[in-house]
């Protein structure tokens, strides 16, 4: 067994460390320079075309606020089929701005939507899989750290399939009250259509 550590940068759902499923050695806030998310249609053996989950594209104007996710270099088979839609891609370490105590892994990576040939990129947003996206900022960064979300993400003029009460994303959260208001009110605010 090895204990050879590589790193990922989460900027959607691994933003929430209850969503994470291997047995990873750290996750820790990072911030990733030159990228801003968006919504992008998907398509895989869960979702089909008709919804958008998050991806990231080159804006130099932007710095995306997230966690870096230290693993085992053994576990990243099981990040890529969680991941899967995305292509892993290697990133610098002057591109990710961490606490100065931090030593990180040679190897970073940060996962990005595959483009689908012909698809519209219309698709709905899916209510459970922002829940958990937004807890985890929330957890992380507090109320600004959603704010900075939805400000920092492109195309949320779009309709949303409300299926908190029996959720359509695999690794699905529990709201507090609370954060029920406060993620509705903040996609209300982003435009999001029928919240």
């Given amino acids: ?20 499923r291997t047995s990873y050695v750290n996750i820790l806030p990072a911030s990733l320079k030159g ?83 012909g698809a519209s990129n219309d698709g709905s947003l899916l209510q459970s899989y922002l829940d958990a996206v937004m807890q985890g900022f929330r957890n992380e960064y507090g109320d600004d750290g959603v704010s900075h979300f939805v400000d920092t993400t492109k195309g949320f003029q779009r309709s949303i399939m409300l299926d908190r009460a029996a959720p359509l994303y695999p690794r699905d959260v529990q709201l507090t009250k609370d954060e029920v208001g406060f993620f509705d009110a903040e996609l209300k605010r982003a435009g999001v259509i029928g919240i």
Wanted: charged residues 25%; aromatic residues 8%.
């Fill in 35 to 117: 990228y801003s998310r968006h919504w992008q249609a998907r398509s895989t053996a869960i979702f089909d075309n008709h919804i958008s989950l998050l991806s990231i594209h080159p804006d130099e104007t932007c710095t995306i606020k997230g966690m870096i996710v230290l693993d085992l270099l053994e576990n990243l088979p099981l990040v890529d089929e969680r991941e899967e839609g995305y292509s892993r891609h290697k990133l610098e370490h002057g591109q990710l701005e961490v606490a100065s105590s931090v030593e990180l892994p040679d190897e970073i990576y940060v996962y990005i939507a595959n483009e689908i040939e």
């Fill in 1 to 20: 067994m090895s204990d050879r550590l590589v790193g990922y940068f989460g900027f959607g759902s691994l933003v929430n460390k209850h969503t994470l």
